[in-house]
Each structure stands twice: as structure tokens, then as C-alpha cells.
């Protein structure tokens, strides 16, 4: 074909369903075709750096009306743009006698980002014509070709001077549709290359359409650079993360695993965040970014950290945006979750304080690794915080003053109790969070001589002192009205003493209890089998029990009460306000006894100051 020769094809697919797949089905924004044409650039430089490794490195993008990238690559001959744009999906990474045997195909996988058929036709996205001017790099005298192709599934291959452009390369231009003009725009190009581009090897820059150009990445990426010293390197992290995820880093954690050619950091969250939400890491296949959600990078509890690779052999998906769930990703996968879990262990040794500010944020994602982690749990159990009737300690910590740990079930069983049985002396731990129980009843692996055990009402009872027989019987009539008022809330009553005096009344109930109440109470509501089921599931029904403290004044007081409405008025305060004590969600009738005692008690009060003098009307 001479210069200037042009012959008319039609492409071997349906191009308009295509083009409809590509923007509808497979790429979740019309973003993506700056990527694809920033992965071609790549490309071509890869494979032009092959034939010589001196040869330049640098990609232009032209934002504006008529958009393009150019860039400095290994260019296409005439063959090249017939096999390669007009069959689609077929790679130009191939020898040069078009064939690729298993080895050379995975090679070939190893140095290239995409493929060019494809990736050049994500353009009809935005536009409905797209012109390709290339020159091959192959031979010295090599012809430009311009291929110019369009929506309807129409191309165009024109032969033209050698002054058409005169060193090796290619230059795609695209003039935006009517529609997506917003993608094509200076500051939206700039955005996205930096989005896609910032960690690419070659030179990326973008010029405006008043001929100002910007660079937008730099090499090497942040922590492969070298510093003067790790202050250095500390600080330039510490900006990368901001500028990245918009927060300041706890820590730094280098990852580095050379079998998949996988370098990054992992930023370290300063505060917590709840296992559900998403990572949100950013992965990158050679310099080009492919997805800033790959959440399935690091194992679930990993939760406490944002990472930024970039890697080599990771697959990606289809659509190039997600990597591929394979046995590489599951290795990797693991692999970095154990330099993460080695950056934890080592805390305890190289830098306790950072370990304790570490652990005071994310104890949760600790105690759930922990679990299922011998030695981490071995290392680090002693340092976690918990909830107990000493604050908020350390086991190690409590364990030194309390040798027998009594765990609760449940946070409203501690709630109940931590107040009585810290004056009695006892050290009980809330075992009611999430993975709590669990750990505290190991500890026992770890510290010889500790024992834990779980706390039951027997336990805390047995720390109530029982009064005199005297002070039973001049209360008898009052406990007498206050079993028959409680009766009907499955509630017995009780007069002890106990510290700390200032509280009235402690109500000693748990969850299982509660549950086998409520079975009873559907058993007797319930008729037929459905009852014959319920009843067959338990026997009788435990009661909860209201303790009263005759150290309290209030109590004493209440003890002597012979006003039979007053004293039911009283009883049903004091459950009410040991209701309240244990946080956990009030039934109906209790709500109603709530409302129903502090309007007797202010209609109550309010008797005694009625103006001695009936106010009359005028």
C-alpha cells in the first residue's frame, strides 16, 4: 500500500453490542478509558524497551476537545493494526511469528497490563471515532499508519508520510461525544491520570489545552524510594498516607512479598472502625491502579488497616478493576496477613507504648485474631484491656490482684453485680463483649496459678451478709407486701447487708433465667401440642431476686412503712430503679410499673404541701 492509500473494513464483531457490553455490563464508570489508554501506552513502552532498553519512556495526555495519548512505545506496522484492531481481544503481545506456546504466553502475561484490542475500543464509551497514527519501531524505515474507526463497526487504514510523525510510537485521538465531554475536560483528565497513573515506571504528564503541562506521577513509588534516614522515610509515609486515605497513621507496615513481585505499606487506622465496613485498599498491577476496594487483599481481621501494593503476577478480573479470587490471591492473601501479625508481635518488644496506644483503639481486632492465634494469644492476651470491677485493666494487670476471676455471661449481668461485688472484694471481669469470655477463660494457658471461672447469683449471694433475726421480723409485714407486689414479675425478695450502702437494692437476674420465664409463660398461654412442645422443653421457671440493703437509710425506712399503698408504691420504686440499674431493655409492664410508682410517689409527696387555704375565684 502506497502513501496516502486508504481501503475501507468492517470489523469481524457486532461493535455496537460490544460497545454497549463495555459501557453498560463490564466497566463500571466511563473513567475507565483513560485507564485502558494509559495501560496500552505502558505496554507499547514495555515492549519497545525489549528492542532497546535506551530507547525514551514517556506518555503525553492532551486534554480538551480533541483528546489523545501519545507515547513513545514500540509503535504498530500495517499487519499489526489488521490483526490487532480488527479482531478484537486478540493480544499484541506475541512473537513475532504470531504464535505463543504455554511459557511465553505466561511470560508475556508477566510484563504486559492488557490488551490492546480491547482496550482501545473502551474508547467508544465516550466517542463515536477514534484515530490511531502509529509508527513501528521494528524497522528503521517503517511506514505511519493511521487507522481511523467508528462506532457503526466501520475502519479506515490510510498509509501516510514518514513526516506524519517522525520517531516511533503511537498517538490515539478521540473527539468526545456531545455527552461525555465532562470526561475528556482538562481537570477531569488530570484527575484520573493521577487516580490510575501515580505509581506508572514511565513518565506520565498532561498538557491543557493552552499548551501547560503537569506531571502526575513520580518514581519510584513512596516507599521504594531512598531517604536519608527513617525520620525521613517516616515523614514522607506519613504524607502519602494523608494525601491517600486522608488520615495520620498510627504506623507503617512494609509488606514485601518478591515471589509475585509485590512491594507496599500497610497504614495502621488511628482510630477504630467496625469490622464490617470496607477496606478499601488500593492495588496496583505494574504502576497501574486497579481497584481502591480491593477488600479481599488481607484477611477479614485485618480490619485496622489501609494498604497500597503494587504487584506483578496478581490477576485481574475481566473488567481489569478487582483482582481475580485465585489460589495466588488466597497465598497472598495469607502472606501479608502474617507480616501484619509479625508487626504486632514485635510490638511488645521494640515498642511497648506504641503497642498500648495500638491496642487501646483496635483491642478488637486483636482479641478476634487472638482466638484462633496460639501464639499471638500467648504474646499478647496479657496486654489487652478489659472491662472489670478494677476499670478498665489489663488482665495481666488484674490477675496480679485477683488470683480467682469470675467472668459474667453477659454485660447486663455484670452491670448487675460489679458494684457489690467490687466492695466485697471480688474481681469479676465483663464477659459480655464480643470474644471476651472466650480469652479471659485461657488465660489460665498463660498465667500459672490463675483461675477463672464463670460467676453465677450463688456466687455474688454468698457475699451478702444476712441480717439479725430482730430486724426479719420488724420488716416481715413490709417483705411480706413486697413478695405479693414483685410476685407477679417471677421475683422474690430478699433483706441482706452489703457494701457499698449507698446502694438500696441489687436485682440478681440473668438472661437464661429470663428466657425459661418467658417459655413458661407461652407454655400457659399456649394450648395442644404447641403447649405439650414448651412444656416438655423445662421444668420450672427460676425467679429472679430483688435484694434489699438494710445499710441504705432508704431501705430502713421502707422496712418501716405501715401505709399498705405506701409501701406498695415503695417496692415497686425500688425494682424499678434496680431495673434501670441493669441497662437491658424493659418489657411493657415494667415500663408501666416505672411510670405507674413515680407518679404514686409524687402525688404522694405533693399531699403534705396543699395550701392550708382554698384559693377562690373572683
Known sequence: MTPNDSSAHTFQVDLRGLVDLLSHHLYSSPRVYLRELLQNAVDAIT??????????????VTAGDEFSVSDTGVGLTEADVHTFLATIGRSSKRTPDGALDAGQLADARAEFIGQFGIGLLACFVVADEITVRTRSARTPDAPVIEWRGRSDGRYTITTLPASARREPGTTVTLTPRADAEEWTSTGRVTELARHYGSLLRHRVTVVDAAGRSTQINRTPAPWARRYDNPAARREALTAHCRDTFDFTPLDTIDLDLPLVGLSGVAYVLPEAVPPSRRAGHRVHLKGMLLSDQADELLPEWAFFVRCVVDAERLRPTASREALYADE???AVREALGLRIRDWLTGLS???PGLLHRFLAVHHLAVKSLARHDDQLLKMLLPWLPFETTDGNVTLDEFARAH?????????????QVAPIAGAAGLGVVNGGYTYDRDLVHRLPEIRTGTTVADLDPATVTAHLDNVDPATELAAAAFLAAAREVLGRFDCDVALRTFHPSSAPALLLDDREARHERTRTQLADQADGLWADILGSLGSSAPRAQLVLNHLNPLVRRAAAIRHPELATTT?????GQALLLTRRPLKASESALLNRSFLALLDHAMLGHEPTTPHREP
Not at 403 to 415: A, M, S, W
Not at 571 to 575: D, F, N
Open 403 to 415: 488470683p480467682v476471676i469470675l467472668v459474667t455471661r453477659t454485660v447486663e449481668e455484670f452491670r
Open 328 to 330: 495466588t490471591l488466597a
Open 349 to 351: 518488644a521494640s515498642d
Open 571 to 575: 417496692v415497686e420504686a425500688l425494682y
Open 47 to 60: 515492549a519497545r524497551q525489549q528492542l532497546d532498553p535506551a530507547a525514551p519512556a514517556a506518555i503525553t
